[in-house]
Nanobody, 122 residues
Framework: QVQLVESGGGLVQPGGSLRLSCEAS????????MGWYRRAPGKQRELVAT???????NYADSVKGRFTLSADSAKNTVNLQMNSLKPEDTAVYYC????????????????WGQGTQVTVSS
């Protein structure tokens, strides 16, 4: 079992910045990839940014140049720095981790955080 603990989020004015963090904890697992998704009111959940264990990042076109995802592999943590926020960034942001659990045979699971609200409004 792997737990994801999210922090950050809140209310910010347009043009402002926020930082989201997500830490994965548990026993006998390795991270294949982590990232953030979001769900805006009335919309489907969408990818924001992901990063693989090898450091390869992927961003939604809507956040490229504004958001930066980084990873601290020693702490099993990812950080999403969100700059130049827009009202359309308002959503519940969910952390996701794809992990391999060290059982026999090894198994791959996908875990989700509980979500954190980001509101961009003046």
């Amino acid at each position: 079992q792997v737990q994801l603990v999210e922090s950050g989020g809140g209310l910010v004015q347009p043009g402002g910045s926020l930082r989201l963090s997500c830490e994965a904890s548990g026993r006998r697992f390795s991270i294949n990839a982590m990232g953030w998704y979001r769900r805006a009111p009335g919309k489907q959940r969408e990818l924001v940014a992901t990063i693989t264990s090898g450091g390869v990042t992927n961003y939604a076109d809507s956040v490229k140049g504004r958001f930066t995802l980084s990873a601290d592999s020693a702490k099993n943590t990812v950080n999403l720095q969100m700059n130049s926020l827009k009202p359309e960034d308002t959503a519940v942001y969910y952390c996701n981790a794809d992990v391999t659990v060290a059982v026999v045979p090894p198994r791959i699971y996908s875990y989700w955080g509980q979500g954190t609200q980001v509101t961009v409004s003046s």
